[in-house]
């Protein structure tokens, strides 16, 4: 079994920062690629960020530059540095990541989310 465990999320008034951290365990070989994805109410998953194990990382446009995901690989973990918060960030944030089990079966896995919400 493998799960993801996102935390860090919270309410933040806009213009403020927050950081976002998951952790994958359990009958891990290998993470692939890892990733945030986020979802607004009434709106579509989307892709927020992903990064590679070698570390190339790719961003949505609509968060770059003030976003930025990074990943330690010996603890499995991969985190997103959010600044410069709008009201527009508001959504549940999931993390994701492609990981090559002990059993060398191969699937994307998903954290439950964590909610961000950005207010005055």
């Known amino acids: 079994q493998v799960q993801l465990v996102e935390s860090g999320g919270g309410l933040v008034q806009p213009g403020g920062s927050l950081r976002l951290s998951c952790a994958a365990s359990?009958?891990?070989?290998?993470?692939?690629?890892m990733g945030w994805y986020r979802q607004a109410p009434g709106k579509q998953r989307e892709l927020v960020a992903t990064?590679?194990?070698?570390?190339?990382?790719s961003y949505a446009d609509s968060i770059k530059d003030r976003f930025t995901i990074s990943r330690d690989n010996a603890k499995n973990t991969v985190s997103l540095r959010m600044n410069g918060l709008n009201p527009e960030d508001t959504a549940v944030y999931l993390c994701n990541a492609q990981i090559t089990t002990t059993l060398l079966d191969f699937n994307s896995y998903w954290g439950q989310g964590t909610q961000v919400t950005v207010s005055s």
């Open positions: 359990g009958s891990i070989f290998r993470i692939n690629v």
């Open positions: 990064i590679t194990r070698g570390g190339s990382t």
